[in-house]
């Protein structure tokens, strides 16, 4: 009898374990070789997994709703998507539970590098009708640095917000400055004649981050000035690293410069821009919704304003580039082929008409991904509403998005730990950190 | 009839049974399988890797940083902890009345969220806090969540707050079992009374001891709201911890594999480090004559 239990408890357990090992290979497939398929009665459903975030989820169900009235054979089911515990993560325990939406939003191009690289995005442009989404929006130059290494489309941004540094314009104006500086010398003079006046009561850029090496914050600082630095440049193309070695050097030694006239405060200080401890700082357009409650008083072009990042001396201002908080749609290589199709009808829908990116915008504040953001009559009353918001508008085609390698949050971390946060801390030099960082990034990419 | 029992031994005992294959020997199972692959369950298919995640883990220097500063937070939160909640029980058991209501007070933050808690000594650790900005003001300028050191001593120091008072119960039952007469025979036979706490009470409270640090030093190998919440493993990995590490590479990195490799070598790391803290305050015990 003993033994008979055992041997059950094993066969059980072995069984139990072999299930949750399977890859799904022998499972019934369909003709695009996924499981399952939501086409009843001639209607296809679709799930659609929106942001973690009510404004976005009631956007995405209303235009699924009003898409639905239109077309009768498509049937869209909008949710949130769970962050427990990170929206990342939610994704990854539903492909892995065969169970993953057709389409979700909010992706940003590092994860969707993760994604791709494990074979679960469809590369977009190879699905008919995604040409269509792209003239029909007119984002055809912001859309062109989304192109992944392999050649292919894996998302399609839905807004695009170039990151801009905020400027304390009160006590510019008090150092007897009309406009921000837009050179690192200019910004050092500044940075001199603030602590000449204040101590240790003011500084250009105070912000915690500065030494923290989680990857992520490397894209509203290191980024923002390496993008303006040099042009735009790739910093990581593929599975290589493309540094532009001055450029580099140049945004570390300019930080460096930054802490040796103790301008930095790269220490836990509450919202230290708003109270105007900081007077420098990166500011996206989610903010101002959060200041009109919290700091009413801070009014744009009165004391505080926007600007591109600063570039070294001996590079146009005007050319500055800066990094994109961009985040966009795509869809999952699990859904059926129907499910695609339908999936790509209902963007193309909701694309071709401006009035639907117009109501994103002004349910947002997040600047759709498009080119003629600046210049479509559509949008201008919002942007006459919202004069804060025109700058980012403006800026749409100089952003440029993250990196489109899977290792991007091991990649930006190295930045991080071997030479921007060194550097901020003054424990190295800019060459030496720029070097270090270099040859970890190139043994990380191996 | 014996066969009857068995068959009821084998209905009392399902639910324990039941609810170790499904939240422990399954999970446990599934990250062994994991950790000798590269699957980060998104790809369709996976490479058995040997022991080569356990490999780069035990090379990895935030890995170290982990095993390191677990090591470390022991070293200020059980001394810190243990000391704070025998104070508590002391003087809440020497009360006449509210014993209960006091002994809640100092319980209460062990039901607050970490989270908050966190938060909250973010906002008075800030540059700008009254409390920094007193400190500046007579020459004094810390840097408290960015210098190794202080880091690690607030997290600590956030543990035993959280902690003690929930280590004091267990401490204050413990003073409640001392029969009085112990401490009137110990009287009638010479005991003064700056001597009771180290002759009569430490012994024996031993027990109560011998769990409260077992607790105490199981909580550091587990640390991770605090440090998520102030300090993200930082300065460099000053605070990371196995929690931590475990979280980034499982939920930032996606790599399932490496995670799970890590996981393992913290069950592993936390089961040699507890059983030699029990044989050592076994033998700590013993060779008092505590046991």
Known sequence: ?446 | MDQRNNRLGWLFTSPYLIYSLVFFFIPLFWTLFLSVTDWNMIKPTFNFKGMSNFADALQSPSVHAAFWNTYRFMLIFVPLVTVLAIGVAVLVHGLTRFKGLFLIGFFLPYLSSGVVSALIVKGLLSYTSPVNTALRSIGIDIDWLGTPFTALFIVGLILAWKFTGYYALIITSGLESIDKEVYEAAAIDGVKDNQRFWRITLPLLYPSLYTTLILAFGVTFGIFTEVYQLTGGGPGNATNTWQMEIFKQAFSNLQSGYASAVALLASVATFISIFIIRKLLEVWGKRNGWV
């Open chain 1, 1 to 446: 009898m003993k033994k008979r239990n055992s041997a059950l408890s094993v066969v059980a357990l072995s069984a139990v374990l072999l299930s949750a090992c399977s890859t799904g290979q022998g499972t019934a497939t369909n003709d695009n070789g996924n499981t399952g398929g939501s086409n009843a009665g001639g209607v296809t459903t679709i799930e659609f997994w929106a942001a973690p975030n009510p404004t976005q989820q009631a956007y995405w169900s209303e235009m699924a709703k009003a898409y639905e009235a239109t077309n009768d054979k498509v049937k869209i089911n909008v949710s949130a998507i769970k962050e427990s515990p990170t929206s990342e993560a939610s994704i990854q325990a539903a492909i892995a539970a065969k169970s993953a939406p057709t389409i979700s939003e909010n992706i940003n191009r590092g994860f969707a590098a993760q994604l791709s690289d494990s074979q679960a995005l469809v590369p977009l442009d190879t699905i008919a009708g995604f040409s269509d989404v792209i003239a029909a929006r007119d984002m055809t130059k912001t859309i062109e640095p989304w192109k992944f290494a392999d050649g292919h489309q894996y998302v399609l941004p839905i807004y695009s917000n170039a990151m801009l540094f905020g400027w304390r314009l009160d006590t510019l104006k008090e150092l007897g400055y009309n406009e921000p500086p837009k050179t690192y010398s200019e910004v050092l003079e500044v940075t001199k004649k603030l602590k000449a006046k204040y101590g240790d009561k003011k500084y250009l850029w105070a912000k915690a981050d500065l030494a923290d090496p989680t990857a992520w914050k490397r894209w509203f600082d290191f980024y923002m000035l390496y993008d303006a630095a040099s042009g735009g440049n790739k910093f990581i193309e593929g599975s290589s690293f493309t540094g532009d070695q001055k450029a580099g050097e140049s945004v570390l030694t300019f930080v460096d410069s930054l802490r040796k006239e103790k301008g930095i405060l790269a220490r836990q200080s509450t919202d230290p821009f708003e109270n105007g401890v900081g007077i420098f700082t990166d500011v996206g357009p989610w903010t101002f919704s959060t200041w009109a409650q919290k700091y009413p008083n801070l009014k744009y072009n009165e004391n505080y304003t926007l600007s591109m990042p600063p570039v070294p001396d001996g590079v146009d201002p005007a050319q500055s580039k800066t990094f994109a908080d961009t985040k966009g749609l795509v869809i999952y290589a699990s859904a059926t082929k129907a499910q695609q199709e339908a999936a790509v009808g209902f963007i193309k829908w909701v694309y071709s008409d401006a009035a639907n990116d117009v109501k994103w915008f002004k349910d947002t504040n997040l600047p759709p991904a498009r080119d003629d953001l600046s210049t479509n009559e559509a949008f201008k009353p919002i942007l006459d509403a919202s004069p804060q918001l025109k700058p980012y508008a403006e800026n749409v085609p100089n952003a440029v998005p993250p990196m489109d390698n899977a290792k991007y949050n091991d990649l930006q971390t190295i930045i991080g730990t071997e030479a921007f946060n060194k550097v901020v801390k003054g424990e190295i030099a800019p060459a030496e950190g720029w070097a270090a960082m270099q040859a970890a990034l190139e043994k990380a990419l191996k």
